[in-house]
């Protein structure tokens, strides 16, 4: 069935650094454009990021921007996302999910991960 | 960027009722709106996106209505499995900057 699965997250200090990776399968991964959403504990979501299906654009919101690189590996059928300077405010829950593919609704989402949690502490 | 004011906050509504939440954009989005449902400890769900188009699966007493900037989510007759955080998201700026609303909790009366 189609499935995303998270994995990577934990407890880390202040500045350092994380990657997490988002395993697919069921689906053409290399067909769909895939973004992170996170999720602070008892707060609302917030879109993160979004990979073009061929790696070849990619953008960030102005949160993360220039600390957060999202990357794919099509032969791989992995996501991922490289997080670094981390800050208190980074911890959440993070998300992966795929664009819905639809024309004139890529940018929602359709399938989700079960998601991974990040806490940033020292 | 282009704010969602969702609301209410919360409500508390009773099995066979029918529920209206409401999203408003800071500026007008054409139908590029999406809702979501979050049940406790899961990720959300996609419920309509284009503001009005039921995804696959999804029970026909969600509707959704509303283009520009005014936003409608309709539960038609509340089911016990729809107490739940439902979240409206524009992605009318789409790659850039997609927002989402704060978020309706709807509770059991």
């Known amino acids: 069935q189609v499935q995303l699965v998270e994995s990577g997250g934990g407890v880390v200090q202040p500045g350092r650094s994380l990657r997490l990776s988002c395993a697919a399968s069921?689906?053409?991964?290399?067909?769909?454009?895939m973004h992170w959403v996170r999720q602070a504990p008892g707060k609302g979501l917030e879109w993160v990021a979004v990979?073009?299906?061929?790696?070849?654009?990619?953008y960030y919101a102005d949160s993360v921007k220039g600390r957060f690189t999202i990357s794919r590996d099509n032969s791989k059928n992995t996501l991922y996302l490289q997080m670094n300077s981390l800050r208190a405010e980074d911890t959440a829950v993070y998300y992966c999910?795929?664009?819905?593919?639809?024309?004139?609704?890529?940018?929602?989402?359709?399938?989700w991960g079960q998601g991974t949690m990040v806490t940033v502490s020292s | 960027a282009i704010r969602i004011t969702q609301s209410p906050s919360s409500l508390s509504a009773s099995t066979g009722d029918r529920v209206t939440i409401t999203c408003r954009a800071s500026q007008g989005i054409s139908s590029y709106l999406a809702w979501y449902q979050q049940k406790p400890g899961k990720a959300p769900k996609l419920l309509i996106y284009?503001?009005?188009t039921l995804q696959s699966g999804v029970p026909s007493r969600f509707s959704g209505s509303g283009s520009g900037t005014d936003f409608t989510l309709t539960i038609s007759c509340l089911q016990s499995e729809d107490f739940a955080t439902y979240y409206c998201q524009q992605y009318y700026s789409y790659p850039r900057g997609l927002t989402f609303g704060g978020g309706t909790k709807v509770e059991i009366k």
């Open positions: 999910a795929r664009g819905t593919g639809i024309v004139g609704a890529t940018g929602a989402f359709d399938i």
């Open positions: 069921g689906f053409t991964f290399s067909s769909y454009g």
């Open positions: 990979i073009w299906y061929d790696g070849s654009n990619k």
């Open positions: 284009a503001a009005s």
